[in-house]
Nanobody
């Protein structure tokens, strides 16, 4: 069982930045590809970014490329999502998730999910 706890969300003005964190106590953290997803009110959950277990490979949805950066620290068992140049349309609840599948953008491939952290971007 992998328990994930997100933090770092908040209210920010358009153009601002936030850094989301997702921590686990799992001893096998580096075996998992980690992903970030988001869900806005009335919309389906959307893939944002994913990173391989070693951290050497990443993949992003087009709408966040060049603005968001996913990274991980396996020693701290934590994955991060740096959000820069935020836009009102980035407003959503952001979830981290873990999978053994390599760099998947499919939410159904992820076995473990955090509780989410809210990001609100004002215009």
């Amino acid at each position: 069982q992998v328990q994930l706890v997100e933090s770092g969300g908040g209210l920010v003005q358009a153009g601002g930045s936030l850094r989301l964190s997702c921590a686990t106590s799992s001893g096998t953290f580096m075996l998992y590809t980690m992903g970030w997803f988001r869900q806005a009110p009335g919309k389906e959950r959307e893939f944002v970014a994913t990173i391989s277990g070693s951290g050497s490979s990443t993949y992003y949805v087009d709408s966040v490329k060049g603005r968001f950066t996913i990274s991980r620290d396996n020693a701290k068992k934590t994955v991060y999502l740096q959000l820069n140049s935020l836009k009102p349309e980035d407003t959503a609840n952001y979830y981290c998730a873990a999978t053994r599948r390599f760099l998947s953008d499919d939410a159904s491939a992820y076995n473990y999910w955090g509780q989410g952290t809210q990001v609100t971007v004002s215009s």
